[in-house]
Nanobody, 123 residues
Framework: VQLQASGGGLVQAGGSLRLSCAAS????????RGWYRQAPGKQRELVAQ???????TYADSVRGRFTVSRGDAENTVYLQMSSLKPDDTAVYYC??????????????????WGQGTQVTVSS
């Protein structure tokens, strides 16, 4: 299984970026897809998440500025980031959770992570 994230970069405060993530090797549709971030010296935190039914969750710090969405292709997720602030500087990781049917054992939960993409917002 591989989650390939892209779209990070350097942007000035107030600017926008769009992150993309596509998974390969997952044999079932994810129940949750989302983005986390980790700034230097801080713990990894949830940024935004979208569930199979379409409901979304956002961190308070990004609500109204970021939008999480799914692609038409299976197991893709996007993060549109607007009005970026220096505090948004972090490595952003995509994440996918779900269940896969395994022979004999049946459904097994999975929790896969992308490799991370750096977002740097200058003041």
């Amino acid at each position: 299984v591989q989650l390939q994230a892209s779209g990070g970069g350097l942007v000035q405060a107030g600017g926008s970026l769009r992150l993309s993530c596509a998974a390969s090797g997952i044999t079932s549709r994810s129940t949750e897809r989302g983005w986390y971030r980790q700034a230097p010296g801080k713990q990894r935190e949830l940024v935004a998440q979208i569930r199979r039914g379409g409901t979304t969750t956002y961190a308070d710090s990004v609500r109204g500025r970021f939008t999480v969405s799914r692609g038409d292709a299976e197991n893709t997720v996007y993060l549109q980031m607007s009005s970026l602030k220096p505090d948004d500087t972090a490595v952003y990781y995509c994440n996918m959770k779900g269940w896969e049917d395994r022979p004999i054992v049946g459904p097994v939960p999975y929790n896969y992570w992308g490799q991370g993409t750096q977002v740097t917002v200058s003041s």
